[in-house]
């Protein structure tokens, strides 16, 4: 079973051990933004809540907010997205965002596993 999930909103969202979420945009939402510019990442120990945008991608047609599916504290960002961008089109490995430490991981029961998220992106 895999242990990438999906949001309507084109984030994906990895575990990490028992309760650390790793997140990025999907390809979806990279196509869609072109160029990118610049990462607004968010800062380390900070508190999110579910539904808020904790980082931003900026790219030469616009800006987009990167919203959480999880409450938590970041934990790290991937401040290698500071000085190159467009490495958030590589691998999840190199193209993560941010990792937060969830406090209710019951959060994640809404979100799409590949196939779901794949039927989701068709109807678009």
Do not use: C, R
Not at 10 to 22: C, P, R
């Amino acid at each position: 079973m895999s242990s990438l999930k999906f949001t309507k909103d084109h984030e994906w969202l990895k575990i990490e051990g028992d309760d650390t979420a790793v997140l990025g945009i999907t390809d979806y939402a990279q196509n869609a933004l072109g160029d990118l510019v610049y990462v607004e990442l968010p800062s380390i120990g900070k508190g999110v809540k579910k539904g808020e945008h904790f980082a931003v991608v900026e790219s030469v047609k616009t800006a987009a907010e990167v919203y959480t599916p999880v409450t938590g504290e970041i934990v790290a960002v991937n401040d290698d997205l500071s000085t190159d961008p467009e490495l958030i089109k590589k691998s999840l490995e190199e193209g993560w965002i941010a990792k937060i430490k969830m406090t209710n991981a019951d959060e994640m029961a809404g979100l799409m596993d590949q196939a779901a998220y794949d039927a989701f992106v068709k109807t678009l």
